[in-house]
């Protein structure tokens, strides 16, 4: 029987859930076990603090609890599931008031498109002290943008640039057509890098100074160290 029910569908267990709960909570709990992992990953993503990220994990799922039985899967059940634990984490983010070494997964680029995927920014393991300071400072920075963002605009960018949904699945996660969606995304990163330009520009180009230069010494060390092989 326990084998059976894991090989069940979210849909499948969504159905489940709305003939079985409170009563029993069985598929409830798978699919709990399912997510549980990824959804405390985006949300940690999001507000960069793990005994914050576990509550809002808790408070999410108590959400899906409480609101399975009116889901009315239009959505994948997964995306319903990361609409609200991006709502929840982005609440979080907007009711804090300090921040502990705060990081986000949007890297600024100087490239002028700002549709061009983002990489993940993380601190590099051989990083000196100067270095670090100023990737802080960076992050800092970075999650200063997300909170003065309109909220529908940090939304859109969590779903797509945090949690790599397809267009298709926020299109269907904010019942809204597929073009429409391309363009508030796109429009979100338009604001994102003016923001950003706006309270991070000094941040970043002494951090991508920091960086040019540090690669132009371990380059010149290169160099001559094939100098003398030679």
Not at 141 to 162: G, P, S, T, Y
Not at 191 to 202: A, D, H, L, P, W
Request: some cysteine; hydrophobic content about 35%; glycine content about 2%.
């Amino acid at each position: 029987m326990v084998l059976a029910d894991t090989a069940l569908t979210d849909e499948e267990l969504v159905i489940r859930c709305k003939m079985e709960l409170p009563r029993t909570t069985r598929s409830y709990e798978l699919l709990v076990q399912r997510h549980m992992d990824r959804i405390y990953t985006l949300v940690y993503r999001v507000v960069r603090d793990k005994e914050e990220a576990e509550d809002i994990t808790q408070e999410v799922l108590v959400k899906v609890y409480n609101n399975i039985r009116s889901f009315d899967q239009k959505a994948s059940f997964s995306t319903w599931l990361y609409r609200i634990a991006v709502n929840s984490a982005l609440d979080s983010l907007e009711k804090s008031k300090r921040r502990r070494s705060t990081v986000t997964s949007f890297s600024h680029t100087s490239s002028a498109n700002p549709d061009e995927e983002w990489e993940t920014t993380v601190a590099s393991t051989a990083a000196g002290p100067e270095e670090e300071v100023m990737q802080r400072d960076l992050h800092d920075c970075i999650q200063r943008v997300l909170k003065n963002l309109d909220r529908e605009q940090a939304r859109v960018l969590v779903m797509r640039d945090f949690e790599d949904l397809s267009y298709a699945d926020i299109a269907q996660a904010l019942e809204a057509k597929l073009s429409a969606v391309k363009m508030r995304i796109h429009r979100a990163r338009l604001s994102f890098q003016t923001i950003f330009n706006q309270f991070c520009g000094q941040v970043y180009l002494s951090f991508s100074t920091s960086s040019s230069a540090q690669k132009g010494h371990v380059n010149d060390k290169t160099s001559t160290v094939e100098g003398k092989e030679q």
